[in-house]
């Protein structure tokens, strides 16, 4: 008993140790970034804004500087310079970002599809990004200008990385492939893999001579550069293989799926160094190793998380996930309002960050009009009072119909039936502004 409680107390302590959360965040994470020069932090969140995070142990009460202009989800952040971020989302657009004032100095246009990740070469000089809508993009990294697309694959682009001297672009994508690029000419210069399924994410180490992908089938692999051979296939049950990091000594390759683990691997013989749950539910978004040996992982739980480099995986104050009744006690409307509301909506009153406005006080209340919340200009213009009708007609014409410009994704509820439950149920969950619910606050730390 005695040997049992203190086993368990030195496992916490030592699991502690360098335990961090980022947490603030009102959506999940997808994006994460660390400056090895200075130990700030970056991430980019469903909740359509970027968080940029103090070095840890600076100031741990801190809150960081929130960078806003994404007009939907953000997906993926890097790092350009000690001064400056750029970031990609579901808006098709890039944003160049200043980091001392938080505002944005660059938008870059052109991508038909959402930007699924941004990388910034060795060099500092370049940006590059990976398009759903299959190209990749490559853009001056001081002016925002665009340089060159990079078409070639036959459906979307998931990733991108670039060579350690700033000459090869290698591009991953949905279509099974990942091939690299001649950055002078802008043109392919082979494929370097053929997967088969779609491959989510690669990471290159060319000084070493290898490359690692993780792929939708949960696939899994080390490829030597030069022959194209597998050097390693680790490849386990779990799919889809969502994110890779290597760490600054190179040692280390961390690997994020679906299913909520981490296995770390020794780069030195591609053994298993270290498996672990990272999160109760919901995927690992993103991976980032900080200068420390830490990993930075993001996850559904709306926070970053850094973790220990060694010890227990036993994580005290483990993000709790939002407490929801099985849905199959719910009612219709609650049901709706959970599946597909709540990711971005609060029912209370108080500012949160999710992507939404909350919407306690919602029935009588014009359009646009929660102060504290940055509307689009077509929601702040929009000349309409939320009720029975209005709320019934959002989903059923859509939000791109209804009110043309919202920054609201496109989504419609088909069935009447549906659609008058939901109403029923916002109609009695946000008319009382004291229940704010308790799941559009984090608790903080
Ligand atoms: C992916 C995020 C997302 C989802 C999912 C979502 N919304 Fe929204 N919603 C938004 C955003 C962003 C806005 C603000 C739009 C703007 O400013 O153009 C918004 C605005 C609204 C508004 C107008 C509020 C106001 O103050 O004028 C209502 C009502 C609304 N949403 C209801 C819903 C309901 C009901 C659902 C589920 C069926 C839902 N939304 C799902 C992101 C979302």
Known sequence: MFALSSLLAATLASANGGYERLAGHGGPVMGVATNPDNGTRLTASFDYSIGYWPASGTNHNAAP?????????????AFLGNHHAVSGGDDYALIIWDLQTGQPLHRL????????????SPDARLIASAGWDGRAGLWDASTGQLLNWLQGHTSAVNDVAFSSDSAILYTASTDGTIRSWTIAEGSQRRVEVKHGFGVNTLVVNDAAG????????????????????????????????LSLALSNDKTRLAVGDGDGYIMVLDTSDWTIARDFRAAKSGPVW???????????????????T?????????VPGMAQQ???RPPSEM?????????????????????????GPPLGGLFGRAAGTVSGYNYSPALRKADLIWGDETIDALFRVGPDELTPGSKMPMQRITAAQDRV??????????????TSDPKTRDGGN
């Open 210 to 241: 290898w490359l690692a992908y993780g792929g939708l089938d949960g696939g899994t692999r080390i490829i030597d550069i030069a022959s194209g051979n597998v050097v390693a296939d680790v490849t386990l049950d779990r799919r889809p293989i």
């Open 331 to 355: 009612q219709n409307g609650e049901r709706q309002f959970v599946r597909k509301c709540s990711i971005c909506h609060s029912l209370g009153t108080d500012p949160t960050r999710q992507a």
């Open 286 to 304: 993103a991976l980032a190793y900080a200068s420390d040996g830490r990993l930075l992982s993001g996850g559904l739980d709306r926070s970053a």
């Open 109 to 120: 246009q052109g991508h038909q599809g959402k930007v699924q990740s941004v990388a910034v």
């Open 306 to 314: 850094l973790w220990p480099q060694e010890g227990s995986a036993v």
């Open 322 to 324: 939002p407490f929801h």
């Open 65 to 77: 500087l929130w960078l806003e202009g994404h007009r939907a989800a953000a997906n993926s952040v």
């Open 421 to 434: 439950d939901l109403v029923n149920y916002l109609r009695s969950a946000t008319s009382d502004p004291k």
